[in-house]
């Protein structure tokens, strides 16, 4: 049973309100969330509902349901098997590679694993099974070996999405089939073609349409009634829109009691497309960010509000993911002579207890609020680092032992309630935290277009310029860096660096004699051109 919380609250596309959750077995959730077409790499689209809903599942089971969340694959579509025909490979046999690719991925950023990923291929005999039941309770016919709903014999067909019938234009996306009773019909199953993948049904050879999969899976593993629906704000019409009339159809008792859908991503304010060809894959992000950067990049923004794609906005979310691992590394190294002690004889000071009541009473808080995710990165979690730091730089002056046991032992504890927070958010990686920083590390200098050895000739360049006095090439070696991202830190005699935010170099007012500034680099990341992949976020596109 769930343990008594403040009262969580998600918006329900259905309602269009915030609702207090209530689910429909006390302690148990049953969550279903639209996977992936796999035909190609996922792109950051992907990511950021995969990384909403991930953490709604690692909220509802850090507040103590349990939780059975079902995340498909659809494995046969007309995509699939149109790039299976470009390239020249078995329909299937290309679902099944990208299925693992996408899989890949999800652990690179850190995604848990659904309790069930079900696929189309695996579950024609449910498919068929829910068909039939349509068409037996007339809202479903079949015309040559195709079956299509019936939206007229479906009277709430709109009410998620708010649409009227006579508002779907005939011919707008999709061409006109007329042997359909009413344009707006949607196939439940198609009549095999030529070369095609294809099942034997009481209707042909076929296979089924887009819709008719989620409601015979999520009826398969949660029931015809079940407490959570998720997926992208793309999905409300036409495909939820008709999963819901395909299921009522089917057992009118059937019933979602929250609709969550996450906003688009755009890039640089422009709504990710395939036809602008300005979507990304994870993989190319990923390959010159930390995947931790990535997530905390799209945790950054609330889940139902656009998400703005830019390079500026990834380095500040790698910066703060460095900033959080060198902190907690920080802390690990101070805490490792004394912990021990600190644990038997040391007292927690009031400020760290304040700090530590407060991160935990405004991260519960936040996260029941609809997930209010950017407030706990921005405000709540960066105040308790600030703490931590703050006691590690009092740690390094002389202090009373009883007072240094305090210290120790308060951070100790705020370090705990800071891993509990980060575990919670998707944060935490099982890599100690000095592969962590290196990784980041790697990340800024494949960025940068350097090698470590290239900064460490760079730094004692510097050091040789600053004892010869030369201080305007010294700084400018300095700059330089700091312009690809990579930050100097004179630390008593030594010098080291580590990654930020590249900083963008002023030109001087007045011309000075010195070597030319190197300028601040362009950060890029390849498109994937127009034909390949697919749109992060496709809008309303018919499938």
């Not at 046969?76 to 025909?85: F, G, M, Q, S, T």
């Not at 990923?117 to 695996?122: C, H």
């Not at 509000?305 to 190294?333: K, R």
Request: aromatic share 8%.
């Amino acid at each position: 049973m769930a343990k008594e919380i403040k009262e969580f609250q998600l918006y329900n596309s259905m309602t269009k309100q915030k609702e207090v959750f209530r689910p429909i077995v006390e302690g148990k959730v049953g969550m279903y969330v639209c996977g992936v077409t796999s035909y190609d790499l996922s792109h950051i689209g992907h990511a950021r509902a995969y990384v909403a809903f991930d953490v709604l599942y690692r909220y509802l089971k850090y507040i103590g349901y349990e939780v059975v969340y079902v995340r498909n694959f659809t494995d046969v579509d007309d995509k699939i098997i149109r790039r299976a025909n470009e390239i020249g490979e078995d329909p299937i046999a290309l679902s099944a590679r990208f299925c693992e690719e996408f899989l890949a991925d999800m652990a690179d950023i850190q995604c848990l694993v659904p309790t069930h990923q079900p696929r189309v291929t695996e579950h024609m005999e449910q498919i068929k099974d829910m068909i039939t039941k349509i068409i037996n309770n007339g809202c479903a016919y079949h015309v040559e070996g195709d079956v299509y709903f019936a939206v007229d014999k479906y009277p709430n067909y709109g009410r998620l999405s708010g649409r009227r019938l006579e508002d779907n234009r005939a011919g707008e996306r999709v061409a006109v089939d007329e042997r359909k009773q009413n344009p707006a019909d949607f196939a439940l199953w198609k009549a095999a073609k030529p070369g095609e993948p294809k099942w034997d049904s009481p209707w042909g050879f076929g296979r089924p349409g887009w819709h008719i999969e989620c409601s015979a899976m999520s009826a398969r593993y949660l029931t015809h009634s079940f407490d959570i629906h998720g997926g992208g704000m793309d999905l409300i019409f036409p495909h939820h829109e008709n999963e819901i009339a395909q299921s009522c159809a089917a057992c009118p008792e059937s019933n979602v009691s929250y609709w969550i859908h996450n906003g688009f991503v755009t890039a640089n304010d422009e709504k990710m497309s395939k036809s602008l060809g300005n979507f990304f894959t994870i993989r190319e992000v990923t390959k010159v960010y930390h995947p931790l950067a990535l997530r905390h990049f799209l945790m950054g923004t609330h889940y139902r509000s656009p998400v703005n794609y830019t390079i500026s906005q990834l380095e500040i979310a790698s910066e703060a993911v460095f900033y959080i691992y060198q902190t907690l590394q920080d802390c690990e190294d101070a805490l490792l002579a004394l912990k021990e002690e600190a644990e038997k004889n040391g007292k927690i000071s009031p400020a760290a207890q304040e700090c530590i009541a407060k991160l935990h009473e405004e991260f519960e808080a936040k996260l029941s609020d609809d997930l209010h995710t950017p407030t706990i990165l921005n405000s709540a979690l960066q105040e308790s680092l600030r703490f931590m730091n703050s006691s590690l730089n009092m740690l390094k002056k002389k202090q009373p032992k009883k007072q240094q046991l305090s210290t120790v032992k308060s951070l100790a504890e705020l370090e705990k309630q800071v891993k509990e927070v980060l575990d919670v958010l998707g944060l935490l990686s099982n890599s100690r935290y000095t592969e962590v920083l290196q990784q980041l590390k790697d990340k800024a200098l494949k960025r940068a277009g350097l090698t470590e050895d290239d900064v460490l000739h760079l730094i004692e360049e510097r050091m040789l310029a600053r004892k010869n006095r030369e201080f305007s090439r010294s700084d400018q070696i300095r700059s330089d860096l700091g312009a690809k991202g990579i930050a100097l830190m004179d630390v008593g005699k030594e010098t080291v660096w580590r990654p930020c935010v590249p900083v963008q170099q002023e030109k001087p007012d007045v011309p000075v004699q010195q070597e030319k500034p190197v300028e601040a680099v362009k950060l890029e990341i390849p498109v994937i051109p127009a034909e390949k992949g697919q749109p992060a976020v496709p809008a309303g596109e018919e499938q």
